[in-house]
């Protein structure tokens, strides 16, 4: 549409066209926003918090997750001690086993040999032997000799008695040059009101009576004693045997190492036939 009255002049485009203009402006505004803010996106509040509470909650657990480590290598160090301790124990009990085995077997006495059997068709005879390989064979009962004091005895041997004992009577303590001695008489000797018999004290122990709870004292001295071919330095304890069928005891002191026992057999360490009364001066020593 023209208008000749006004040169120049142009009318003014309809609504519709206003329109789409402003719908191109704001499409453009958009899109030019959109492209300056493409590298963030918008995050909710509330999804922010939970993801804040998720990463707390995964760090307390690797702390507990690390405590745990801890714990548990602390546990296995704790183990790895106790169980050297145990082997250590084990080793200790181990060598305390041996030597206690070691010391027994040493004090064990072999059982007695089985005796020969008579066999009437060959006529032969029981073992006359007075030894078993390098050791003294002795019976339940031996003469035992005195060299130091002249004199033989009829003894009672027991493995299970520690220490040897003589039968002595009228025990007195003395001193001379500064140490102790003991002065006793020997009953058993077949002279008249016995024979006084001095020795140095080698100590005083306490016996306690296997009839009793009672302990007595009792004075230790060194005597020589001959049993077969085996002669010896041992000690004797003094103490009054006037009730015992045999005034001398020989124990494990005597024996250990050097002799067996065969209970079975009485007086077979001198080869020597016949006995010595109890009490008989050695003739060897009178000659």
Known sequence: MSYPDFP??????????????HLSIGIALALALSACGGQFAYVKPADLTAAEQCMAAQQEQAQ??????????DQQRELADQRQQFTNALNGLSGTFASLFAANLKNVTPPPAAPATCTPAANTMRTTSTSLGNKQLVGATEQVRFPELGLKLEARIDTGATTSSLHAEDIQ?????????????????????GRTVERKLVR???IRQSTSQETQQRRVIRLQIQIG?????????????SDMEFPVLVGRNVLRDLMVVDVSRKDIAFAASGK??????????ND
């Open 8 to 21: 120049g002049f142009q009318p003014l485009p309809p609504c519709s066209t206003v329109r789409g203009l």
């Open 276 to 285: 010595t009364a109890k009490g008989q001066p050695d003739a060897s020593e």
């Open 204 to 206: 005083t122990v306490l």
């Open 229 to 241: 071919h085996v002669t010896q330095d041992a000690e004797f304890t003094l103490t009054n045997r």
């Open 173 to 193: 303590l003395f001193e001379r040059d500064g140490h102790k001695w003991v002065r006793f008489k020997l009953p058993e000797v077949a002279e008249k009101g």
């Open 64 to 73: 507990q997750l690390k405590l745990q480590q801890r714990q548990l290598h």
